[in-house]
């Protein structure tokens, strides 16, 4: 288990934490100026994101397993009422895991927000630069991405806080 523990399961947690971070540097600056080239860039760092989490998912054990962390991170196929629903409501910070939260939240969910919410990269932009509405879509995106760094985070440091645990058990 320390081979699996040094050479799986730590690199690919903090592959997936400096992954996230770049995601959410990208949503931060497409919230602070969408554009094309933003909304590319951000996209490009999603799939980046799917691929790293591809590398964690199977460790769904300890804190991830705690903190519903498969379940807030990949559960598909997302559901976009719901989405769009919380976005109406300008929900801004992801709580704790409930079943009604199934489907909005995580890598589906920022998934249809930056290539599902609607046709073509000049009608995604128009929605998050609406003066109306434009907020809260930019609010959401920003709390989800959050929230995946908030979990990852706890998840990588409950890792490496228990390396003896994982290896003696």
Same mark, same amino acid.
Not at 23 to 33: G, H, M, R, V
Not at 71 to 76: E, I, L, T
Not at 108 to 133: E, K, L, R, T
């Given at each position: #288990?320390?081979?699996?523990?040094?050479?799986?399961?730590?690199?690919?947690?903090?592959? =997936?934490?400096?992954?996230?971070?770049? =995601?959410?540097?990208?949503?931060? !600056?497409?919230?602070? &100026?969408?554009?094309? =080239?933003?909304?590319?860039?951000?996209?490009?760092?999603?799939?980046?994101?799917?691929?790293?989490?591809?590398?964690?998912?199977?460790?769904?054990?300890?804190?991830? !397993?705690? $903190?519903?962390?498969?379940?807030?991170?990949?559960?598909?196929?997302?559901? !976009?009422?719901?989405?769009?629903?919380?976005?109406? $409501?300008?929900?801004? !910070?992801?709580?704790?895991?409930?079943?009604?939260?199934?489907?909005?939240?995580?890598?589906?969910?920022?998934?249809?927000?930056?290539?599902?919410?609607?046709?073509?990269?000049?009608?995604?932009?128009?929605?998050?630069?609406?003066? &109306?509405?434009?907020?809260?879509?930019?609010?959401?995106?920003?709390? $989800?991405?959050?929230?995946?760094?908030?979990?990852?985070?706890?998840?990588?440091?409950?890792? #490496?806080?228990?390396?003896?645990?994982?290896?003696?058990?």
């Amino acid at each position: #288990l320390d081979f699996t523990y040094e050479s799986i399961i730590i690199p690919a947690y903090s592959n =997936l934490n400096n992954k996230i971070a770049t =995601l959410q540097d990208a949503i931060t !600056e497409f919230t602070t &100026n969408p554009n094309d =080239l933003n909304l590319t860039a951000m996209r490009e760092a999603w799939v980046s994101n799917y691929k790293a989490w591809q590398a964690v998912a199977m460790f769904n054990i300890r804190e991830a !397993e705690a $903190l519903q962390y498969a379940a807030k991170m990949n559960s598909y196929p997302c559901s !976009e009422s719901m989405i769009n629903q919380n976005i109406d $409501l300008g929900i801004n !910070e992801i709580g704790d895991f409930t079943q009604s939260m199934l489907g909005t939240t995580g890598l589906p969910a920022i998934g249809y927000m930056i290539f599902g919410i609607s046709d073509g990269n000049a009608n995604i932009i128009s929605i998050y630069n609406d003066v &109306n509405n434009g907020i809260k879509y930019k609010q959401y995106l920003v709390a $989800l991405v959050q929230d995946m760094k908030t979990m990852t985070e706890n998840i990588l440091n409950d890792w #490496l806080s228990n390396k003896s645990a994982f290896v003696n058990s």
